[in-house]
């Protein structure tokens, strides 16, 4: 990667860091500007709306969780993060699967507060291709981590029946990122855990025993400290 | 002649592909994993076989 590439790397994951932080403030009750000042407080328009793509449907946790309302001004600036940012219309690579996944369960979960009535967007695919086979845990669990914004109540999908359906791969995902203390991946698959025990799905780990292990122990970035405010929120809520 | 501006900012390729990459983030490569040691047993016997005896009470006392 060249040092522009880089740059581009590390300024993206800063602000979508600051934008994940004030969901997480959200999700708590605490004060927070909207999505729209969020975005026209911000020098760097690009930056902004690119941060806003990364954080994605999370920006939703908090209406999905705790009953937020809907800011018509927030359904203009997806709108513009994805003018921003063109979505891969015919995936090749994991990446392009895994960030048309992604799109998805942001417009899925925006077009479901905005408009109930309206059908779902289709899926870009199907769960196999952007997961892999379950045999293949160590992979499998890595792909599952990385859709971690697809673990949303009510969200749906086959992303997720595909996950509801392996307890025993992922409770083996989670065991091995915790023995390589690779917390980032923890955290994520700690959603997935939640979200099971949300949906009373038996499963060899305990969420709760989890995610206090995690809090403990994975660090105190904003991205980390949403990913754990929604495995929270999600056990409370089971 | 009309002047067409674009009304979004659209993201250069770096920015794209910077994008792309922290919408799937891989493993951490490097981690404090125990990792299996196969030549473990003959250093813990090398080191046994090595270490000083055991002090031994001296006899005119």
Redesign the interface.
């Known amino acids: ?2 040092t ?2 880089r740059v ?2 590390t300024s ?2 800063g602000a ?1 860091d600051v934008l994940a932080g004030q969901v997480v403030d959200a999700l708590r009750g605490r004060e927070r500007p909207g999505l729209v000042a969020h975005v026209d407080a911000c020098g760097d ?2 930056l902004v ?2 941060a806003v ?2 954080v994605g449907s999370d920006l939703f946790a908090p209406h999905l969780l705790t009953g937020h309302l809907l800011d018509p001004g927030d359904v203009e600036v997806v709108s ?1 993060s994805f ?4 979505v891969v219309r015919a995936p090749a690579s ?3 699967h ?2 048309a996944w ?1 799109d998805w369960a942001t417009a899925t979960a925006l077009l479901r507060l905005a408009d109930p009535g309206e059908a779902d967007p289709g899926p870009p695919g199907d769960a196999d291709t952007v997961l892999g086979d379950p045999v293949e845990w160590q992979t499998w669990s ?1 792909h599952v ?2 859709l971690a914004p697809l673990a949303l109540p009510g969200l749906g999908g086959p992303v997720v029946d595909a996950v509801f359906g392996q307890p025993l791969a992922l409770a083996r995902g989670v065991t091995r ?1 915790l ?4 917390h ?2 923890s955290v994520r698959l700690a959603r997935w855990t939640a979200l099971l025990h949300h949906d009373r799905i038996d499963q060899p780990l305990d969420p709760h025993l989890l995610a206090e292990h995690l809090r403990l122990y994975a660090g105190t970035s904003a991205r980390t400290a949403l990913d754990l405010a929604i495995t929270r929120r999600l056990l409370e809520a089971a | 002649m009309a002047l067409h501006t674009l009304a ?5 390729t ?15 490569p490097v ?4 990792l299996y040691e196969p030549h473990a047993a003959g250093g813990l016997l090398l080191g046994l076989l090595i270490s000083p005896p055991v002090p031994k009470e001296p006899k005119d006392r």
């Open positions: 990667m060249t522009g590439g581009a790397e993206l994951a979508a328009r690009t709306l690119g793509r990364l513009d003018a921003c940012f063109p994991h990446e392009q895994v960030t992604r890595v981590a990385q990122s023995l390589r203390r690779d980032a991946t | 979004h900012p659209a993201a250069t770096e920015e794209r592909t910077a994008f792309t990459a922290l919408m799937a983030p891989p493993e951490t981690s404090d994993a125990p």
